[in-house]
T-cell receptor, first 113, second 111 residues
């Protein structure tokens, strides 16, 4: 069974630029999560999708971050414009349903200069 | 306001000995607790969990203990092996089944 795929693995951008991350969850998993993990901290949930609907985006900085999961499968997270404090690893995870074990992708390490 | 605290950023243990990782939480409504393990440049992977109706759950070399009155849980690894060197996260689930993550403990197993 293929795991959660994410791309790119690494990205370096200047502040005020925009960036997008892509995630393809495990086939059949209805729930998809985007997390932000800042160095030395645990992952923080940014947004949770159930199929193509948003379950929770209360911690997503909506002035600069956006996410979509149009067909209920893969998802894109965008930051526009980026700030220095956005430097982090962005993790995507999926689960069969919202109460099942979450499976994580390898993450995208973003550096904002 | 940290709901989940892992007070030891790192822990060094001799191979073959027991590793004990601790986690404290403040929200008494948590009723399901998970431990995840993370290697560098990889995403976290599920290790073991415990429901609040239990005080112990064992899976091979890994045992998780839950003390609800103290709002404390611990992960025991015995015997510790070099492949256990990783960052371990405690992650209770809230009423919406969302995970609230601690900052992690980096476990180093010395040969």
């Amino acid at each position: 069974e293929a795991g959660v795929a994410q791309s790119p693995r690494y990205k370096i951008i200047e502040k005020r630029q925009s960036v997008a991350f892509w995630c393809n969850p495990i086939s059949g998993h209805a729930t998809l999560y985007w997390y932000q993990q800042i160095l030395g901290q645990g992952p923080k949930l940014l947004i949770q999708f159930q199929n193509n609907g948003v379950v929770d985006d209360s911690q997503l900085p909506k002035d600069r971050f956006s996410a979509e999961r149009l067909k209920g499968v893969d998802s894109t997270l965008k930051i526009q414009p980026a700030k220095l404090e956005d430097s982090a690893v962005y993790l995507c995870a999926s689960s069969l349903r919202g109460y099942n074990e979450q499976f994580f992708g390898p993450g995208t390490r973003l550096t904002v200069l | 306001d940290q709901q989940v605290k892992q007070n030891s950023p790192s822990l060094s243990v001799q191979e073959g000995r027991i590793s004990i990782l601790n986690c404290d939480y403040t929200n008494s409504m948590f009723d399901y607790f998970l431990w995840y393990k993370k290697y560098p440049a990889e995403g976290p992977t599920f290790l073991i969990s415990i429901s609040s109706i239990k005080d112990k759950n064992e899976d091979g070399r890994f045992t998780v203990f839950l003390n609800k009155s103290a709002k404390h849980l611990s992960l025991h690894i015995v015997p510790s092996q070099p492949g256990d060197s990783a960052v371990y996260f405690c992650a209770p689930a809230d009423s919406n089944y969302q995970l609230i993550w601690g900052a992690g403990t980096k476990l180093i197993i010395k040969p």
